[in-house]
């Protein structure tokens, strides 16, 4: 309480107890010492049956919002009269037979509230502030739509290079991983991207679902819509690239993932950068390559897996990965001519740390055509890691065979054809497999060609040292990045050379 409203408080009761003790001694002369009848209501216990009681002082008081008539004693009706001034209480003292009978409440005037000189112009700053920003808002979200409309209207095939002004998912992405864990963007960030894409074309079907081709702010991104029952890749591929930090040259990017509900099912996406030249295998159909091409490659691809299989100790480290699933169709192409790995539905992991092997709960297996013999035989030690990362080899050794196929040296180049096409007839059985790799242990035959080339011969060795049936005897994913890696350094060493020396 304020020291002005003490000094009221103070002379409104020295004012009323003058006042009290004029009257009192004015109606001590007056009246008889005979004591008041006063109404009586509201008041526990001391009011007779007929709402009635006696006392020196009649009073009317509020208390809380409550009102209460009754009567004061002569002891003590100086105090009680006096108060006053005190938040919630009015007290209404009187001296005349039933004189509190009709008393009422004073109206009170309103005070303005101390409040409203601070809060009107804080009030009229938010409103101006959520206007504003609500404006802004409104202002983006036209121009989006209106880019979106006009790229479906016009040519779907044309996209309109972002402005300066957007945000890529690259922008976005790195904004929240170098300052936050580093594995991913927040769910939320990554559902409201998800709902802002809208398919333009379907890229690819596959046993498990579909992968299309989406735009977001303008940029095409990649849309992989699993079916119900390959739930579990969906929950793999979201948990690795949510849990771990993938981001290389040759992993596929992931963007984001999503889970909605429409039409009562369940619609699962897996959102990753769009590559327009598709899957390796697809790209091998169509295209030949020279040795040049082919090492770099065959080169990305053991960098991509060297990446996968490396466990990273650090505060943004990763954990040891496997795929389970290497292949051409797993493989996409990028412009600069390297590849990318893609589908990690099937992938383990292992940390040395915790010695701990994750190998998911996803009922799908790896495709026959790539199986390794100890795969096929069923003697693989799935309790050790390094044996995944030995299956993974026995692929890349198929997958350097089937680009170098399509490599031409000394003007031949071979038409494409899946590993065992000579051997195994379209869709082999466990049991066809297991016959041609483990039983008669054949291997994929090596065009003559190959071995009279520089480059040639050396991804020929290296995809027999794939191909050994002992696991252990095979090369590591490090290894072949290494001899690969050389391979193009010495290549390139002439041309380095000669630039050098004009
Ligand atoms: N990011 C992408 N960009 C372009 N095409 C893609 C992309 N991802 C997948 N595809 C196409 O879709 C096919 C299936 O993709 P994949 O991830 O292997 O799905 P699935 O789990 O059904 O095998 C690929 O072989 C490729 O042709
Ligand atoms: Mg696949």
């Excluded at 007839?425 to 060609?449: A, I, T, Y």
Aim: charge should be neutral.
């Amino acid at each position: 309480m304020g020291g002005a409203a003490m000094l009221t408080v103070a002379l409104t009761g020295i004012c009323l107890w003058m006042s009290t003790t004029v009257a009192d001694q004015l109606s001590a002369r007056s009246s008889s010492d005979d004591e008041l009848l006063c109404t009586c209501k509201n008041i526990k216990g001391t009011c007779s049956s007929d709402g009635t009681c006696t006392g020196f002082r009649c009073f009317y008081t509020i208390v809380h919002g409550r009102e209460e008539r009754g009567c004061f004693q002569r002891d003590h009706y100086r105090e009680q009269c006096t108060t006053n001034g005190i938040p919630e209480l009015y007290v209404h003292c009187c001296s005349q037979s039933m004189c509190n009978a009709n008393s009422t409440s004073p109206t009170p005037v309103p005070e303005p509230p101390r409040f409203l000189p601070v809060a009107v112009p804080l009030l009229v700053l938010l409103l101006v502030f959520v206007a504003a920003c609500g404006l802004a808002m409104w202002i983006r979200f036209r121009r989006q739509h209106h880019r979106l409309a006009n790229t479906k209207d016009h040519d779907v095939t044309m996209l309109k290079a972002p402005s300066k002004a957007d945000p890529t998912y690259e922008d976005i992405f790195d904004e929240f991983c170098t300052s936050g864990s580093g594995t991913g963007l927040p769910y939320l960030v990554q559902r409201t991207m998800a709902r802002q894409i809208s398919l333009v074309e379907c890229v690819g079907k596959g046993r498990y679902g579909e992968v299309w081709r989406g735009t977001w702010m303008g940029e095409s991104v990649a849309v992989k819509i699993f079916s119900s029952r390959d739930e579990q890749s969906w929950i793999r591929e979201t948990e690795i690239y949510n849990t771990v930090q993938l981001r290389h040259d040759n992993i596929l990017g992931f963007i984001a993932s999503d889970m909605t509900s429409k039409n009562s099912s369940t619609q699962l996406w897996l959102i990753t950068h769009f590559h327009e030249l598709g899957s390796l295998y697809d790209f091998l159909q169509y295209s030949i390559l020279d040795p040049e091409q082919c090492l770099k490659m065959c080169l990305s691809v053991a960098c991509g897996l060297v990446h996968l299989h490396t466990e990273i100790f650090s505060c943004q480290g990763k954990p040891a990965i496997a795929h389970r699933d290497l292949k051409t169709r797993n493989i996409l192409v990028k412009w600069n001519g390297q590849c990318c790995i893609a589908d990690l539905g099937l992938a383990v992991m292992h940390s040395q740390t915790s010695d701990f092997l994750d190998v998911g709960n996803n009922p799908r297996v790896g495709t026959k055509r790539y199986m390794a013999p100890e795969v096929l035989d069923e003697s693989i030690r799935m309790d050790v890691f390094e044996s995944y990362k030995q299956t993974d080899i026995w692929a890349l050794g198929l997958v350097l065979w089937e680009i170098s196929r399509r490599t031409v040296v000394n003007g031949i180049v071979e038409e494409y054809r899946p590993p065992f096409f000579d051997m195994v007839p379209s869709d082999p059985s466990f049991e066809e497999m297991k016959k041609v790799v483990c039983v008669d242990q054949q291997r994929p035959g090596l065009h003559n060609r190959l071995h009279s080339h520089v480059i040639l011969s050396s991804i020929a060795k290296i995809m027999k040292e794939c191909w050994f049936q002992s696991p252990p005897a095979r090369l590591t994913a490090l290894r072949v990045r290494k001899t690969l890696s050389k391979l193009t350094q010495d290549h390139e060493y002439p041309t380095e050379k000669l630039k050098m020396d004009v």
